[in-house]
T-cell receptor, first 118, second 116 residues
Framework: GAVVSQHPSRVICKSGTSVKIECRSL??????MFWYRQFPKKSLMLMAT?????????EQGVEKDKFLINHASLTLSTLTVTSAHPEDSSFYIC??????????????FGPGTRLLVL | AQSVSQHNHHVILSEAASLELGCNYS??????LFWYVQYPGQHLQLLLK??????LVKGIKGFEAEFIKSKFSFNLRKPSVQWSDTAEYFC??????????????FGAGTRLAVHP
């Protein structure tokens, strides 16, 4: 099946610093990738839709200047949490849609990145 | 606004018991429906999906789900659970939203614990 990787799996940073998280589709091309945030014992909340070669589409309430998304190639999207604060601590998950399988809406998820801001 | 409701937040079963997890969605148009599973410490995995056709879909590990359009439901079932089914289960709906694109909306999840 389609595989999505994320790096790093875990990161601890100081308040005020920026953190970059990478999401890669390993064996397929993904025109569209998605970034989610999962709070403890809660469901996944869609943050933004990342489109290759164009600007990301952010969900209501998500600050685009805070969470910078870049989708520079068909296999890589990055999420940068700028000037991170403790309230940004969370589990960030990306997913990708396999365009090669036709117009399918199946998303494949990465293993997630746990961010802890001190 | 479109939403997905999972009725049970926590379910505790003994091995060999039957399982049914409820999922209802609020969207009147054509939808794609999914059940994902997240085992402890692991990432989300697709259990099964419904796009069209037979409303009874079979997935991996003996799971199945039935799409009932009139009830806006997509309940997950398994006749006999095992200890290894202990995980969190998420129902998700993919539907078109404003802006002309589809997005996946998740339910709150159901945490299943199976005791030997």
């Amino acid at each position: 099946g389609a595989v999505v990787s994320q790096h790093p799996s875990r990161v601890i940073c100081k308040s005020g610093t920026s953190v970059k998280i990478e999401c890669r589709s390993l064996d397929f091309q993904a025109t569209t990738m998605f970034w989610y945030r999962q709070f403890p014992k809660k469901s996944l909340m869609l943050m933004a839709t990342s489109n290759e070669g164009s600007k990301a589409t952010y969900e209501q309430g998500v600050e685009k200047d805070k969470f910078l998304i870049n989708h520079a190639s068909l296999t890589l999207s990055t999420l940068t949490v700028t000037s991170a604060h403790p309230e940004d601590s969370s589990f960030y998950i990306c997913s990708a849609r396999d365009q090669g399988r036709g117009v399918t809406e199946t998303q494949y998820f990465g293993p997630g990145t746990r961010l802890l801001v001190l | 606004a479109q939403s997905v409701s999972q009725h049970n937040h926590h379910v505790i079963l003994s091995e060999a018991a039957s399982l049914e997890l409820g999922c209802n969605y609020s969207y009147g148009g054509t939808v794609n429906l999914f059940w994902y599973v997240q085992y402890p410490g692991q990432h989300l995995q697709l259990l099964l999906k419904y796009f069209s056709g037979d409303p009874l879909v079979k997935g991996i590990k003996g799971f199945e789900a039935e799409f009932i359009k009139s009830k806006f439901s997509f309940n997950l079932r398994k006749p006999s659970v095992q200890w290894s089914d202990t995980a969190e289960y998420f129902c998700a709906v993919n539907a078109p939203f404003s802006g002309g694109y589809n997005k996946l909306i998740f339910g709150a999840g159901t945490r299943l614990a199976v005791h030997p």
